[in-house]
């Protein structure tokens, strides 16, 4: 089609489809499903006048796909500072409560995202069983199919006191969410698809709120590890997660 209109065709890409779903979802290779999207992956990458893709480190494994290495470009995922500036204030139920926190003398990690498979939020909850500073408190804001899980989690580590769940947020309330926050929490389950880079959007907002976060993902050459905004630990690794936990609420003390 873009031929016939004279057009460029351009091949974006945001996750590794789909590589994704097998890693993680751990989807059959002779699935239906996994054969058609590989079919149609070889094409647009073999057909394409460019190849973008945000994670960082895919061009080898788009390479063994099909793609001509020259026609590779990584961007990464966006984000409008002058929007930060703008935020809704939260409701006056959650900027109360989380407001009681502070006044008690909590650390507040937040998370801000889905509640799934892949975003392992069973982690941070082991991890925060195990700091040493029982004033450090888990700030989760989402929804998803483990979330009824991870409250049945934290009543069962004895943390259900320090874990806090909040429904979904609107985006453009999130600035204002983080400004609470002491730090903030991504991560993901144990996996070589990160090997590829990773396409967290909310490392965005993360960032512009200017506080350090805990990123347990495990992809080489992240954000985080460059911009020196944060502590990388091993996914799924709670010792080294509830460490970070530790240094950040001390640091935050000074």
Not at 40 to 63: F, H, I, M
Not at 70 to 96: D, T, V, Y
Not at 179 to 203: F, N, P, Q, R, V
Request: proline share 4%; net charge positive.
């Amino acid at each position: 089609f873009s031929q016939k209109c004279n057009a460029k065709l351009i091949f974006d890409i945001r996750d590794l489809w789909p590589l994704t779903l097998q890693k993680i979802g751990k989807f059959s290779a002779y699935h239906p499903l996994i054969i058609a999207l590989k079919l149609a992956e070889k094409y647009a990458l073999r057909n394409s006048d460019l190849v973008t893709a945000v994670p960082q480190n895919s061009r080898k494994y788009l390479t063994s796909k099909g793609m001509a290495p020259s026609r590779f470009l990584h961007i990464g995922n966006s984000f409008n500072l002058n929007l930060s500036g703008k935020s809704l204030p939260l409701e006056k139920m959650i900027e109360a409560y989380l407001t009681e926190l502070k006044n008690q003398g909590s650390k507040l990690f937040g998370y801000c995202g889905s509640l799934g498979l892949a975003n392992a939020m069973h982690i941070p909850i082991h991890a925060i069983s195990k700091t040493k500073n029982e004033k450090i408190n888990l700030i989760i804001i989402g929804n998803g199919i483990k979330k009824e899980e991870l409250k049945l989690l934290a009543i069962d580590l004895n943390v259900h006191d320090r874990v806090h769940f909040f429904d979904f947020l609107p985006h453009n309330q999130m600035a204002s969410f983080l400004s609470y926050m002491d730090a903030s929490y991504a991560g993901g389950l144990k996996s070589t698809l990160y090997e590829y880079g990773a396409s967290l959007t909310k490392i965005n907002d993360y960032m512009a709120s200017e506080k350090p976060i805990i990123y347990a993902v495990g992809d080489p050459n992240n954000s985080i590890e460059k911009s020196g905004c944060g502590i990388c630990c091993q996914a799924e690794d709670t010792e080294q997660i509830a460490k970070a936990m530790d240094k950040i609420a001390n640091m935050s003390n000074s």
